[in-house]
């Protein structure tokens, strides 16, 4: 079994910050991408930053330039750094990997529980 655990979720002003970290345990061989997306009430799950595991990135328009993605591949952690937040920015932050359990498995995408962020204006 794989878990993802994500921590950092919180309730914030708008303007400031908080850090998002995700943790990624269990029966992994290797783990191609790992990445954030987002679900506020009424709307559909959307992608906020990815990264793979050669280093690139790729943000949502809305976040770019205030939202940084990290990830620690020796320890399976991927990391949000959100700053100049919005009162738009509110909703259940979740965590994603695509990954191999074994060196012939498929890449499967996992997901973790969530973590809400509420930013208040």
């Known amino acids: 079994q794989v878990h993802l655990v994500e921590s950092g979720g919180g309730l914030v002003q708008a303007g400031g910050s908080l850090r998002l970290s995700c943790a990624a345990s269990?029966?992994?061989?290797?783990?191609?991408?790992m990445g954030w997306y987002r679900q506020a009430p009424g709307k559909q799950r959307e992608l906020v930053a990815v990264?793979?595991?050669?280093?690139?990135?790729n943000y949502a328009d809305s976040v770019k330039g205030r939202f940084t993605i990290s990830r620690d591949n020796a320890k399976n952690t991927v990391h949000l750094q959100m700053n100049s937040l919005e009162p738009e920015d509110t909703a259940l932050y979740f965590c994603?990997?695509?990954?191999?359990?074994?060196?012939?498995?498929?890449?499967?995408?996992?997901w973790g529980q969530g973590t809400q962020v509420t930013v208040s204006s």
């Open positions: 990264t793979t595991d050669g280093g690139s990135t």
């Open positions: 994603n990997a695509d990954l191999r359990r074994t060196v012939s498995s498929p890449i499967t995408r996992w």
């Open positions: 269990g029966s992994i061989f290797s783990i191609n991408a």
